[in-house]
């Protein structure tokens, strides 16, 4: 079964500084991986996705991720994060089935001080 | 402006109780999802519907039910037999196409007393 893993919680960072958020997965074939946001009391929007071509991707809001498959990650990136950046980060895999379902990691919570 | 639509946004209800959660879509979508959120423990799926008048249950089926009558809407039921109800509930939905554009509503805390 596919599997995804947030190993940060929380972290917290300065505003100006470059961020990573970890995202490890578990899926058998070649995975559609995904890095959501999510507000406090919202729904979720989508930053940036992974099907297949160029490992890094660019999203919205300057965010990039990169797919190493060798590692099975999908680490989230920004060179600088801005205050309204703070919120809930989801990784997650989608299968390749006709019911394209999400699996949802457990969230990172980032807190940026000024 | 198509969207999709929960409500209500907050909800309160008495154990023993069922309760219906709604969720519609204006954005011609043909697949309907209902994740639950807690604390800690990411999004887990609970239901969902890939045309009309058929649904699977996801990982955590048990004490709910869903409904697909219209491709617009799915309705969620938490019943009685639900343990612990209480937690923010998302609806999304989805073009059944490979890019996997998924629209999630704006959720529905659901808080059992």
């Known amino acids: 079964a596919q599997s995804v893993t947030q190993p940060d919680i929380h972290i917290t960072v300065s505003e100006g500084a470059s961020l990573e958020l970890r995202c490890n997965y578990s899926y058998g074939a070649t995975p559609y991986l995904f890095w959501y946001v999510q507000s406090p009391g919202q729904g979720l929007q989508l930053l940036l996705k992974?099907?297949?071509?160029?490992?890094l991707v660019q999203g919205i809001k300057g965010f990039e991720a990169e797919f190493k498959r060798s590692q099975s990650s999908f680490n989230l990136r920004k060179p600088s994060v801005h205050w309204s950046d703070a919120a809930e980060y989801f990784c997650a895999v989608g299968d390749t089935g006709t019911a394209s379902k999400l699996t949802f990691g457990t969230g990172t919570r980032l807190q940026v001080t000024l | 402006d198509g969207g999709i639509t929960q409500s209500p946004k907050y909800l309160f209800r008495k154990e023993g109780q069922n309760v219906t959660l709604s969720c519609e879509q204006n954005?011609?979508?043909?697949?309907m999802y209902w994740y639950r959120q807690d604390p800690g423990q990411g999004l887990r799926l609970i239901y969902y519907s890939q045309i009309v008048n058929d649904f699977q249950k996801g990982d955590i089926a048990e004490g709910y039910s869903v409904s697909r009558e219209k491709k617009e809407s799915f309705p969620l039921t938490v019943t009685s037999a639900q343990k612990n109800p209480t937690a923010f509930y998302l609806c999304a939905s989805r073009k059944q196409d490979s890019t996997y554009g998924y629209t999630f509503g704006s959720g529905t805390r659901l808080t059992v007393v």
């Open positions: 954005l011609n979508h043909d697949a």
């Open positions: 992974y099907f297949s071509g160029d490992t």
